[in-house]
C-alpha cells in the first residue's frame, strides 16, 4: 500500500465520531478516498448541491447553518476536496463522506 498521504492521516485521526464509521468501513473508505483523490467530495457536495436545488437536501446539508453553507460552496467553487472535507468535519459529518465513498466508488475501485 502507497504510504498514508498527510491529508487523509489527519482526516482518520480527527473524525469528531469514528462511531460514525465501522472499522470495516473506515479502511475501506480510506482506501477509496485515497486513490480518488478529492473526487468523492466534490461529487458528494455537488449531489447535496443539486438535491438543495430539487427541494430534497441531504440531511446533513439540510443541518447546516447560512454561514457552513457558503463555506461549503466557495470550496466547491474553489474545487478544493481539503476544505469540503475540514468544514464537513468541522461539523460533525465526516462519516457521510466515508459512507457515500463506499457507496459510489466501491465498484470503481474494485475495477
Known amino acids: 500500500m502507497q504510504p498514508l498521504s498527510y491529508y487523509y492521516y ?3 485521526e480527527g473524525l469528531e465520531k469514528p462511531s460514525d464509521v465501522p472499522k470495516v468501513e473506515l479502511q475501506e473508505g480510506y482506501d477509496i478516498l485515497y486513490r480518488h483523490g478529492g473526487r468523492v467530495e466534490i461529487d458528494l457536495m455537488r449531489n447535496a448541491e443539486d ?3 430539487q427541494g430534497e437536501p441531504y ?3 439540510e443541518d447546516l447553518d447560512d454561514e457552513q453553507r457558503a463555506k461549503l460552496h ?3 467553487d474553489a474545487g478544493d476536496p481539503a ?3 475540514k468544514i ?3 461539523n460533525g459529518y465526516a462519516g457521510v463522506l466515508y459512507h457515500y465513498a463506499c457507496e459510489n466508488f466501491q465498484t470503481e475501485a474494485s475495477a
Open 10 to 12: 489527519n482526516v482518520l
Open 51 to 53: 438535491g438543495d436545488a
Open 59 to 61: 440531511h446533513w446539508y
Open 74 to 76: 466557495k470550496a466547491l
Open 83 to 85: 476544505k469540503i472535507l
Open 88 to 90: 464537513m468535519q468541522r
